[in-house]
C-alpha cells in the first residue's frame, strides 16, 4: 500500500467522457441505508438490516470555457491518478453549479452531481 | 506556454511603454544601462494549480529611473506607478492580459513603492511591481 498525492487526479464528463479543463478537485460520497430492524426479541440493542446504495459528489476548479448545464445527464470518471483501477464511473446528473469571482484570483466554477445507477469503484 | 516565453510575453509588453529599455528573466544584464530600465525578476512559481499541471507564476518587475534622488525622480517613479497612463506599469501589461497568447490570464497584484535596487554596485532609485501570471 501506498498514500497517493492528488495532483494526479482528474475528472472525466461527458458521452466520452472527456477530459475537463481546469478542474482541482473532486469529492464523492457513496453510501448505503441501513434499515432498522430492532424489536422487543433484539435483547435491547439496536439491529438493521443493508438497504439502498447511492452516490453523489462534487467537483470544482478554474473556469476554462462555458459552464455545464445542470439537469444535464454525463458520464462521470473521477480519477485518482492515471493509474488503471484508480477511478470511479458511473453516469450522473449535474444538480447544481457554483460561481465565484473573487478579486484576487481566478473565477472559480463548483458543481454537485446525483449519481443514478451503478457505481464502479476503484479497484487499486 | 515555458517560462522563458510567458517572461517574453511580459517583456513585449513593456515594450509598449515609450523610452523604457526592458530585460527579459533570460536576458537580465550583469550591470546597470542606461535608465529608465525595466527588470523582470525568474518568477515563483506555483505548480499543479489544477489536474491539468497548470502554473501560477509570480514575477517581480522592477523599474529602475535614476541615480539621482531628486523630485523628478520621484515624479518618474510616480508615473510608472500610475494605475493608468502613458508611462503605466499596470495598463501597459494589463492591456493584453494574455501576454500575446503566452498565458491565461494576468494580473498586476501591487507594488512595493520606491526603494534603491543595486545593479552592477551601482544603486538606482526604482520600484517594484508583483505581477501574477495564470498559465
Redesign the interface.
Given at each position: 500500500m501506498a498514500r497517493l498525492a492528488g495532483?494526479?487526479?482528474?475528472?472525466k464528463y461527458g458521452a466520452g467522457p472527456t477530459?475537463?479543463?481546469?478542474?482541482?478537485s473532486w469529492t464523492l460520497d457513496y453510501t448505503a441505508d441501513a434499515y432498522e430492524g430492532t424489536g422487543f426479541d433484539s435483547s435491547g440493542i439496536r439491529v438493521y438490516s443493508p438497504g439502498l446504495k447511492g452516490w453523489s459528489g462534487s467537483f470544482e476548479?478554474?473556469k476554462?470555457g462555458a459552464p455545464i448545464a445542470i439537469g444535464t445527464a454525463v458520464n462521470l470518471e473521477l480519477e485518482e491518478s492515471a493509474t488503471v483501477g484508480q477511478e470511479w464511473t458511473g453516469s450522473g446528473i449535474i444538480t447544481s453549479v457554483g460561481v465565484t469571482t473573487p478579486i484576487?484570483g481566478?473565477v472559480t466554477y463548483s458543481y454537485t452531481f446525483q449519481g443514478t445507477g451503478t457505481l464502479t469503484v476503484a479497484t487499486a | 506556454m515555458s517560462i522563458a516565453t510567458i517572461g517574453t510575453g511580459l517583456k513585449t509588453r513593456l515594450d509598449t511603454i515609450t523610452g523604457l529599455r526592458v530585460f527579459a528573466p533570460n536576458e537580465l544584464p550583469g550591470s546597470g544601462n542606461e535608465p529608465p530600465m525595466a527588470f523582470i525578476l525568474p518568477p515563483a512559481v506555483e505548480y499543479?494549480?489544477?489536474?491539468?499541471?497548470?502554473y501560477v507564476l509570480t514575477f517581480r518587475v522592477v523599474v529602475a529611473v535614476t541615480q539621482q534622488d531628486s523630485p523628478t525622480a520621484h515624479d518618474a517613479i510616480m508615473a510608472y506607478m500610475e494605475p493608468s497612463g502613458t508611462y503605466s506599469v499596470l495598463a501597459a501589461i494589463e492591456g493584453d492580459r494574455t501576454l500575446g497568447s503566452t498565458a491565461?490570464?494576468v494580473k498586476v497584484?501591487r507594488n512595493l513603492g520606491e526603494r534603491v535596487w543595486s545593479i552592477g554596485g551601482i544603486d538606482y532609485l526604482s520600484t517594484e511591481f508583483e505581477v501574477v501570471v495564470?498559465a
Open positions: 495532483y494526479g487526479g482528474n475528472v477530459t475537463s479543463t481546469g478542474i482541482k476548479g478554474y476554462d484576487d481566478l | 499543479h494549480s489544477d489536474f491539468a499541471a497548470n491565461d490570464d497584484v495564470y
